[in-house]
């Protein structure tokens, strides 16, 4: 026998999404950057588990780029959501943004057309019968090229902060998000990775929480860690509500049986049709509720009490204290462990009382629904929430 869950759709699966992830760190003609390819490799791999197609390129010369660029310009056309995500050096002039790929000189501002990418380019490729886009620029690093432009070359307006970037009508909306303020730079971190990358890789993907909310957890994330130095910015205009990991929590498990249709020759018995099916889906989900671990207590589970679960990991700790532990297991299948070791589980989540207890109430209503996917604590975790809310969540 063979139990075919089905987890509910995402949205992953009923879009298009392709991304463009560029990042620049080894640059010919200024210091090299420590994070950007960092945050760039980093945001590819958080994408391509979001169900987008990728198309990135780290440490890219002038050519190497306009090339990757074209890639995603064929592959972008007609697709439900677009992405750029850019790290590494840019700058403006004349309100003017530019993004420099490793081997910019920049001499003079004739050498911008023929060495820098300007975004306004990027911005009309991704464009095309495309009906969500989205744009993350990391980009405004103290950028000594830029200082080469205003006193070398004596170019006006030449600054290494990003300039404002309107958004045009069209398809569902746009959501252009700065590392910082116009015309603010930003820092590059002392970690794995920018201040800015960091956040975004936390809350870009969370369960059910729109990209709009991502964004502004994002800019607090990141006023908090840089002290306030750094304040990332916003323009959005979204006609429609933008979720990039949607998860129905109340949607029901499905159980049941697939086997190959029977042939009389083979049995005396004919096949039921629908009453068979029934049995099997009953037969099916007795033994998933089998598998389901039971507790080493079968006391009366309160939210701030501790819990002999039967698990050495997690026993004697109260479900208060673990959703503000570190996950056992990635949240999300196929999560690089930089992402989710070391982290603590309610900063992922957003787990509070109120929301665990609804989510504690699907586990006790739809008891094989522990069962779906594994969880960050523990499939006996998921038991406990649910006889917590049989209790009324107490």
């Not at 987008?52 to 074209?70: C, P, Y």
């Not at 840019?90 to 309100?95: A, F, I, P, R, T």
């Not at 079968?298 to 673990?322: H, M, N, W």
């Not at 699907?362 to 975790?381: C, E, I, K, W, Y």
Request: with cysteine; glycine share 8%; charged share 20%.
């Amino acid at each position: 026998m063979m139990l075919v869950l089905l987890l509910g759709m995402t949205a992953a699966s009923a879009e298009r999404r392709v991304a463009l992830v560029l990042g620049n760190s080894q640059y010919q003609h200024a210091a090299a950057l420590p994070n950007p390819v960092r945050d760039a490799e980093a945001m590819a791999e958080r994408l391509q588990a979001l169900g987008f197609e990728v198309v990135s390129g780290f440490d890219l010369t002038k050519q190497q780029t306009q090339t990757t660029v074209a890639q995603f310009a064929k592959q972008v056309r007609g697709a439900d959501v677009a992405l750029f995500f850019y790290a590494g050096h840019g700058l403006q002039v004349s309100g003017k943004n530019y993004l420099l790929p490793i081997d910019a000189a920049l001499e003079d501002e004739t050498s911008l057309d023929f060495e820098a990418v300007s975004v306004d380019f990027v911005l009309r490729q991704m464009s095309r019968e495309t009906s969500i886009r989205l744009v993350f620029l990391d980009a405004c690093r103290d950028n000594p090229l830029a200082q080469v432009l205003t006193k070398t070359a004596g170019v006006k307006g030449a600054s290494s902060g990003l300039a404002e970037i309107p958004i045009e009508n069209g398809g569902a909306g746009t959501l252009v998000a700065f590392a910082a303020s116009p015309n603010q730079l930003t820092y590059d971190g002392s970690g794995d990775h920018s201040p800015f990358t960091k956040a975004l890789l936390q809350h870009i993907g969370e369960t059910n929480i729109s990209i709009t909310e991502a964004v502004n957890r994002v800019t607090s994330d990141v006023f908090k860690a840089t002290n306030g130095k750094q304040r990332p910015w916003i323009n959005v205009s979204l006609t429609t509500e933008v979720v990039l990991h949607k998860v129905d929590l109340n949607a029901p498990l499905i159980v049941g049986e697939a086997r190959p249709p029977q042939e009389e020759a083979d049995s005396g018995t004919r096949n039921t049709g629908v009453a068979a099916g029934q049995n099997g889906d009953q037969l099916a989900l007795d033994v998933l509720r089998q598998k389901i671990p039971k507790l080493a207590t079968d006391e009366p589970i309160f939210f701030d009490r501790p819990i002999k679960f039967g698990d050495p990991a997690i026993d004697g700790k109260s479900i208060a204290q673990l959703i503000k532990s570190e996950p056992l297991f990635s949240p999300v299948e196929g999560l690089d462990k930089s992402m989710w070791q070391g982290k603590h589980c309610d900063g992922c989540h957003q787990w509070n009382e109120a929301r665990l207890c609804e989510q504690a109430k699907n586990f006790a209503t739809n008891d094989v629904s522990v069962m779906r996917l594994q969880h960050p604590l523990g499939t006996r975790f998921k038991v406990a929430l649910a006889k917590w809310a049989q209790s009324g969540c107490q």
